[in-house]
Each structure stands twice: as C-alpha cells, then as structure tokens.
C-alpha cells in the first residue's frame, strides 16, 4: 500500500517545491533572452531570487491615508495564486486537488486576485493608481471571455468540467482536435500575455505615466508587501503557463519524463515571451481592446469547431 502511494506522494511535493521554488526564475529567463537579443549581458537569471530576498529584509512603509485593504492586494495575489497552483496539472502528471467544477474556481481565483489588487490600488487615494485600476478591470474584461470560451470548448471536447481532465485529455485527442486546439492555446497565449502584463499588452519595465497599467497599481509598495507583489507575478507566469503548455505537451511513458519535458517546456515559454517582447513594441492603448478580442474570437471559433 506504502509502494503504490509512494509516486503520487512524490510528485505531490515536486508539485509543491516547484510552485514555491521556480516562479521567480521564469522572470530571469525573460529578461535575460531580452537582454541577449539586445547585445547586452543583463542581469543574472537569478535577479529576482536576490529581490525578493532583499526586500524580505527591509522594512514596508505605508501611507497615512491607506488601511488594511492596502495590505490585501499583496497577500490576496500570492494566496489565490498557491490555490489556483493546486488544481492544474503540470506537464500531464495529475494536479494535487481535483475535482468537478474546479476550472470555475481556477478562473475566479485569479479574478480575486485582481479585485484585491484593484482594492489595493484605490485605497492609496491616489489618482495615478486608479487610472492603472481602471485600466487593468477594462482589459481583464476582454481578457476573461477568452479564457472562459477555451474553458467551454475544452468541456465540450471532454465531457468534463474538471482541469484535470479538460487539460490532459486533449493530448490524446490531438488528431481529432488539432484545428479548435490550436485556436484555443493561440487565445490562452494572447490572455497570458495580457494577464501577466507582458508586451504588447503592458511592459512591467515601463514608468512612463501614459503606458502604464499593472505597474502603476503597485507604485506604493515597499519592503516585504512588495516582495508578495513580485512574487505572485512570477507565480502567475508560471499557473498560466501551466495551463497552455500541458494540452499541447506530448504524453510520456513514465512520470519522470513528464515532468522533464513540462520544465523544458516552461523555460521555452519563458524564452518565447523574451522573444516576443524584444521583436515587437508595445501597442498603442487604443490597439490594446482589438488584441484583446482577437483572442476571444480565436476561442470562439475553437468552441463553435467543437459543436459541429
């Protein structure tokens, strides 16, 4: 009995130590291809790992005007984030917690996540960060029926309202479904993009006032509450990029190779993002909705493939 338990055991702590290990390198991987690209050096791969633990160290300062909703944003993001982590799979290895109708609260965690940082952003008072709060709940808009309608298409496929099997299932499919599923990660990536603040939706390295978006909401934070804010960004490259790469991941014998394949996958996503982000500018705020809708209208179709 201690045997047969022993691998789900094993690959529920590898799930665990790469949800609280591996986030903050996906963003090193970034800057990094963005750096090589230019023809510079750029900073180490590991930047964000001595961030974070040196703002761990220091102390927050806050505002007179803010109160505990202040401290929400933060703490909300990395929490939705560690609970959504538990119910995707990574690579095709079974997520640690699954269950009928988990993709529903998959998807409103990470919107909680957003409300709490919205919340956050306002309750500084402060003009210039409800102008990124306003900003972020318009395109998130835009962004969730995409993410909703690959939902719906993958549920068609499947017969199932579980991520579990919504996301693995597809990889056995692919022969039957290769049209609707291609549409569906070609509107997960547009989301993805947009939902982690990436070019040509946003650019986290920007501080010019008329650009800026997810960046402007945070402007307040310092110390350890800023640590959470930087944290829970990677942690969201990382939950996303799970959920994109495990239905296009090829299926492997044991589960050791699911899982090399799966981290393999998720640096190639991370350098792709570098890519994309060093070969295109950002859009214009005005071209932001249309890119937005391009990635519903890529689910759409995949959903409408999936009923014929």
Not at 33 to 56: E, H, I, N, S
Not at 129 to 150: D, H, K, V
Not at 166 to 192: H, K
Not at 262 to 283: C, D
Request: hydrophobic share 55%.
């Amino acid at each position: 009995m201690v045997r047969s338990l022993l691998p789900t055991i094993l690959q529920t702590l590898l799930h665990g130590l790469t949800v609280l290990l591996l986030p903050p390198l996906l963003p090193g991987l970034i800057a990094k291809t963005k750096a090589l690209m230019a023809g510079r050096q750029g900073p180490p791969v590991l930047q964000l790992y001595y961030d974070l633990a040196k703002l761990a160290r220091k102390r927050a300062v806050f505002s007179r005007t803010t109160s505990w909703v202040f401290l929400a944003g933060p703490v909300g993001g990395v929490a939705a984030g560690l609970a959504a982590s538990c119910l995707v799979p990574f690579g095709h290895t079974p997520a640690p917690v699954s269950f009928e109708g988990d993709v529903i609260l998959f998807a409103y965690l990470f919107g909680l996540a957003r409300f709490l940082t919205i919340l956050s952003a306002l309750d500084t008072g402060s003009s210039f960060e409800g102008m990124g709060a306003a900003r972020e709940a318009t395109f998130s808009a835009l962004a969730e029926p995409a993410l909703f309608l690959g939902f719906a298409a993958l549920a068609k496929a499947t017969s199932s309202l579980s991520l579990g099997t919504m996301l693995v299932f597809p990889g056995s499919l692919a022969t039957r479904f290769t049209g609707p599923l291609i549409l569906i990660l070609a509107g997960w990536v547009i989301v993805y993009l947009a939902e982690n603040s990436r070019i040509p939706v946003d650019d986290p390295n920007t501080h010019l006032e008329l650009t800026m978006i997810h960046e402007v909401m945070v402007l307040d934070h310092s110390g350890r509450p800023f640590a959470l804010v930087l944290y829970g960004a990677s942690l969201k490259l990382l939950v996303l990029g799970a959920l994109i790469l495990t239905p296009a991941l090829p299926r492997a014998a044991q589960a050791w190779q699911n899982w090399l394949v799966f981290y393999l996958a998720l640096g190639g996503l991370a350098v792709g993002v570098g890519l994309v982000e060093s070969s295109m500018a950002r859009f214009r705020m005005t071209k932001v909705p249309q890119f937005l809708v391009a990635g519903v209208l890529a689910t759409g179709f995949a959903f409408l493939l999936m009923l014929v």
